[in-house]
Nanobody
Framework: QVQLVESGGGLVQAGGSLRLSCAAS????????MGWYRQAPGKQRELVAS???????NYEESVKGRFTISRDNAKKTVYLQMNSLKPEDTAVYYC???????????????WGQGTQVTVSS
């Protein structure tokens, strides 16, 4: 059984910073792509940033230059450093990981439980 546990959300003023973490545990052989998504009230969930197993990153346009995604493979953890936060960044943030149980086996997608980020103006 695989679990993803997120931490680091909270309330911050505009211009402030937060760092989100998401750690995976359980029977894991390898983790390929890791990503962060967010969902604001009344809106669809959207990709914020992703990082492949090889370290290639991708960012949603509105967060480029402000957010940085990184990973620690030994800790099975993905991070999202969020700087210069804006009120429009307010949302529930979810991590997602593509996980293999065994060498050569299929990948399965897992989601974290979500963590609230609120940016006040």
């Amino acid at each position: 059984q695989v679990q993803l546990v997120e931490s680091g959300g909270g309330l911050v003023q505009a211009g402030g910073s937060l760092r989100l973490s998401c750690a995976a545990s359980g029977s894991i052989f390898s983790i390929n792509t890791m990503g962060w998504y967010r969902q604001a009230p009344g809106k669809q969930r959207e990709l914020v940033a992703s990082i492949t197993g090889g370290g290639i990153t991708n960012y949603e346009e509105s967060v480029k230059g402000r957010f940085t995604i990184s990973r620690d493979n030994a800790k099975k953890t993905v991070y999202l450093q969020m700087n210069s936060l804006k009120p429009e960044d307010t949302a529930v943030y979810y991590c997602k990981m593509h996980i293999r149980y065994r060498s050569g086996g299929p990948e399965y997608a897992y989601w974290g439980q979500g963590t609230q980020v609120t940016v006040s103006s």
